[in-house]
């Protein structure tokens, strides 16, 4: 049974240029979340994808979006990047409607430079 | 907002020794909370976590937790650290109350521990 999986594991990119990051969620899970985590620190929420449609936003601006496909797997796309954009991206997916306490499984990360 | 915070960005421990990792949350009300390890360049690993049912709640790897409400607290042990568990720690919660979709983890900033030989 395969985990989450993202690609590409590592990405380098120019300020002002546009990213897209990939991920497919653990099988038989529905629900997608996305966190950015800044060298140092903990990861920071995103977004969460449920049933194709953006469900619940953290505190992050516009140029960062997404999407979800019907077999659940998602996309981070993030716009005009920032020198601050550097970071590692962790996708994690879970399943809706079971309790609050169900564990989101993690996957690898991409690592994003921005130069 | 909910939000925890980790007492210590580094903790250093001699092989075979404690560990503790300390976590406070700030609620009031019972949170979920959860312990996660991070491998160099890997994702996020559970540990434990706690969901209102006992308050010493065992993972794996011989890591424990224990909710304490009084301290709003839920600190990370081992009895006795392996060179193998050198990693970082977060302690992450749920807001308690929480429903439907409103499931966010929101992440302490980290115990990078060191097993020393």
Same mark, same amino acid.
């Given at each position: 049974?395969?985990?989450?999986? #993202?690609?590409?594991?590592?990405?380098?990119?120019?300020?002002?240029? +546009?990213?897209?990051?990939?991920?497919?969620?653990? /099988? %038989? &899970?529905?629900?997608?979340?996305?966190?950015?985590?800044?060298?140092?620190?903990?990861? #920071?929420?995103?977004?969460?994808?449920?049933?194709?449609?953006?469900? +619940?936003?953290?505190?992050?601006?516009?140029?960062? /979006? %997404? &999407?979800?496909?019907?077999?659940?797997?998602?996309?981070?796309?993030?716009?005009?990047?920032?020198?601050?954009?550097?970071?590692?991206?962790?996708?994690?997916?879970?399943?809706?409607?079971?309790?609050?306490?169900?564990?989101?499984?993690?996957?690898?990360?991409?690592?994003?430079?921005?130069? | 907002?909910?939000?925890?915070?980790?007492?210590?960005?580094?903790?250093?421990?001699?092989?075979?020794?404690?560990?503790?990792?300390?976590?406070?949350?700030?609620?009031?009300?019972?949170?979920?909370?959860?312990?996660?390890?991070?491998?160099?360049?890997?994702?996020?690993?559970?540990?434990?976590?706690?969901?209102?049912?006992?308050?010493?709640?065992?993972?794996?790897?011989?890591?424990?937790?224990?909710?304490?409400?009084?301290?709003?607290?839920?600190?990370?042990?081992?009895?006795?650290?392996?060179?193998?568990?050198?990693?970082?720690?977060?302690?992450?919660?749920?807001?308690?109350?929480?429903?439907?979709?409103?499931?966010?983890?929101?992440?302490?900033?980290?115990?990078?521990?060191?097993?020393?030989?």
């Amino acid at each position: 049974d395969a985990g989450v999986t #993202q690609s590409p594991t590592h990405l380098i990119k120019t300020r002002g240029q +546009q990213v897209t990051l990939r991920c497919s969620p653990k /099988s %038989g &899970h529905d629900t997608v979340s996305w966190y950015q985590q800044a060298l140092g620190q903990g990861p #920071q929420f995103i977004f969460q994808y449920y049933e194709e449609e953006e469900r +619940q936003r953290g505190n992050f601006p516009d140029r960062f /979006s %997404g &999407h979800q496909f019907p077999n659940y797997s998602s996309e981070l796309n993030v716009n005009a990047l920032l020198l601050g954009d550097s970071a590692l991206y962790l996708c994690a997916s879970r399943t809706t409607g079971t309790g609050v306490g169900e564990t989101q499984y993690f996957g690898p990360g991409t690592r994003l430079l921005v130069l | 907002a909910q939000s925890v915070t980790q007492l210590g960005s580094h903790v250093s421990v001699s092989e075979g020794a404690l560990v503790l990792l300390r976590c406070n949350y700030s609620s009031s009300v019972p949170p979920y909370l959860f312990w996660y390890v991070q491998y160099p360049n890997q994702g996020l690993q559970l540990l434990l976590k706690y969901t209102s049912a006992a308050t010493l709640v065992k993972g794996i790897n011989g890591f424990e937790a224990e909710f304490k409400k009084s301290e709003t607290s839920f600190h990370l042990t081992k009895p006795s650290a392996h060179m193998s568990d050198a990693a970082e720690y977060f302690c992450a919660v749920i807001p308690g109350g929480t429903s439907g979709s409103a499931r966010q983890l929101t992440f302490g900033s980290g115990t990078q521990l060191t097993v020393l030989p």
